[in-house]
């Protein structure tokens, strides 16, 4: 089964920044679309990037551009989210997830494996 396990959430200060990382487990990373999303308490849940594992193409929300930026060390089937310039704003837990890709989308439907989330919070 495809497994996928987020880390590196923390709690840090206005400004400052944070990687979370995402390992795939093998059966499930190749030729996929990787995504990472958030859910604050109350909102709903949030596309912010996504990374084509073969090709490594990127995909991003504009609420993140400039900010964020998703890469991969296919080495490790792990997927990154660099965060810069965090704001109290981003505190959610984020969440990453695949789906076969097919075409760019950060819908939270379209991604069928989920993992289990990692908290950042910022103060």
């Known amino acids: 089964d495809v497994q996928l396990v987020e880390s590196g959430g923390a709690t840090v200060q206005a400004g400052g920044s944070l990687r979370l990382s995402c390992t795939v487990s093998?059966?499930?990373?190749?030729?996929?679309?990787i995504a990472w999303f958030r859910q604050a308490p109350g909102k709903e849940r949030e596309g912010l990037a996504t990374i084509y594992t073969a090709g490594g193409g990127t995909y991003y929300a504009d609420s993140v551009k400039g900010r964020f930026t998703i890469s991969q060390d296919n080495s490790r089937n792990t997927v990154y989210l660099q965060m810069n310039s965090l704001k109290p704003d981003d505190t959610a837990m984020y969440y990453c997830a695949l789906r076969r890709f097919d075409s760019w989308s950060l819908r939270p439907k379209d991604y069928g494996y989920w993992g289990q989330g990692t908290q950042v919070t910022v103060s």
């Open positions: 093998e059966f499930g990373y190749a030729s996929s679309a």
